[in-house]
């Protein structure tokens, strides 16, 4: 309102300024035709300019006589006259600047104008109007809103989301030429899978929310058991884990119904953490010591074979000793044991498994030496054989006795058959 108000006011004042330029460029006409008619007189007759500048010049009490004298100034004093009146006309160089004209208002209102007192000797105008102010930029229209808000019935729902992915995985997996017929009932089978979908998942929130109604007091009383396990090593460990996923397994989804829950997840992932842990080491601990080599297979393969074992045996050493320290510290918070994970655990006996590896690694090579006796691949074989040894001890810290045997007889053939080659040439 106080922007339309100002508006107007600006508007008023502008028109207002535009009626006195028009009133004073009139009068200025007028006074220019009564200043030629005057002119127009005063050259035709010459008494009455006379008697005028002689009434002006001369004083009342003077005689008849002082007429006569003052004849050779009538021409001068009517010249003085025409001037003055001249210098009444007021010029158009010393009028005020006509102001350009503001944006027209959006909504101009008809109000009447102010008085003005226009004198027409003075050409003053009555009351001083001050420069109009900038003009304000126009109201944002106003538009008819809905009553209904947009933001009362609209809210996310991320099972749309979950959804749309799953259904673009599911088509990025299928190929691309399926013909024609695929193409035409595309549609309706996306009608169908959409609507299964759907409903498939409302009835796993269903049943998700019948666990969390339903296995409240069965979930309490493993949330209990978490909280109070203790261990004294880690094989206790391994059978409570296992114990407690077969308990969760009746959930239709574990983790969406302890979420509303006070379950002890922190420990609880630690425990598993842990039992999988060991789990694997024993794994590979179990697949190194029931390897057995097979003498049919060709000796490439085999040796080919026992180095990717030995490379899990390492790689499995390493992550463990890469976590230990911080896996320790927070397994002693939780009761849970971590000897296993030291150097003298299970860690020990996958490196004597890697030296068992590598003492039949070295047999093969001995053997495979003994079948080729002097060639082209002979001091090949017996640097492979060799290297493999350095990388077995350097990650077992040493051999043993078998194993040190092994790599002796592999030294003793070597040298016997450089002093062949040598004795052939």
């Known amino acids: ?105 959006p909504r101009p209102q008809l109000t009447p104008a102010p008085s003005l007192s226009i004198s027409s000797g003075s050409m003053g105008v009555s009351g001083s ?60 089978a996306a009608t169908r899978d959409m609507i299964g ?53 009746r959930l239709v989804d574990e983790r969406a119904v302890l979420k509303h829950f006070e379950w002890p997840e922190q420990k609880a992932d630690a425990l598993r953490e842990a039992a999988f842990g060991y789990r694997d080491l024993k794994k590979l601990e179990g697949e190194a010591s029931s390897f057995r080599d097979d003498p049919r297979q060709p000796c490439a393969a085999a040796l080919k074979k026992m180095q990717a074992l030995f490379e899990k045996l390492e790689h499995g050493v390493y992550n463990l000793a890469r976590v230990r320290d911080g896996a320790a510290s927070r397994y002693g918070r939780f009761q849970i044991p971590s000897e296993w994970m030291q150097d003298a655990g299970v860690v020990s006996q996958i490196k004597f498994q890697s030296m068992k590896l590598a003492r039949k690694y070295l047999e093969r090579v001995s053997s495979e030496l003994e079948a080729i006796k002097v060639g082209p691949d002979e001091e090949e074989l017996m640097l492979q054989g060799v290297r493999f040894a350095f990388r077995v001890h350097q990650f077992a810290s ?16 070597a040298s016997l058959c450089r002093f062949q080659r040598q004795k052939t040439e």
Request: charged letters at 25%; proline letters at 11%; aromatic letters at 4%.
């Open 1 to 105: 309102m106080r922007l339309c108000a100002e508006l107007d006011a600006a508007a008023l004042e502008v028109t207002s300024r535009k009626q006195r330029i028009v009133q004073m460029e009139k009068e200025m006409a007028e006074l220019r035709k009564q200043q030629d008619a005057e002119d127009c007189c005063s050259s035709s007759s010459s008494s009455k300019p006379y008697l005028a500048v002689s009434l002006h010049a001369s004083p009342p009490s003077s005689s008849s006589s002082s007429s006569t004298s003052t004849s050779p100034t009538d021409s001068g004093s009517s010249s003085d006259t025409a001037a003055m009146r001249r210098t009444r006309v007021p010029e158009l160089s010393k009028l005020p600047p006509i102001p350009p004209p503001p944006p027209p208002p």
């Open 129 to 188: 109007v001050g420069p109009p102010p900038p003009p304000p930029p126009p109201p944002p229209s106003k538009r008819t809103s809905s009553p209904v808000r947009s933001g009362s019935c609209v809210r996310r729902v991320p099972e749309v989301v979950e959804f749309y992915h799953s259904l673009m995985r599911r088509e990025s997996k299928r190929d691309g030429g399926s013909g024609a017929d695929a193409a035409s009932g595309g549609g309706a």
């Open 197 to 249: 979908e759907i409903e498939n998942r409302s009835a796993h929130l269903l049943a998700i929310r019948s666990d969390v109604e339903t296995q409240g007091d069965f979930i309490r009383l493993l949330i209990k058991e978490v909280e109070g396990a203790a261990f004294v090593n880690i094989d206790g460990v391994v059978s409570f884990v296992k114990w407690l996923d077969d308990e969760l397994s």
């Open 398 to 413: 040493g051999f043993d006795a078998d194993t040190m045997r092994a790599f002796q007889e592999l030294k003793e053939k």
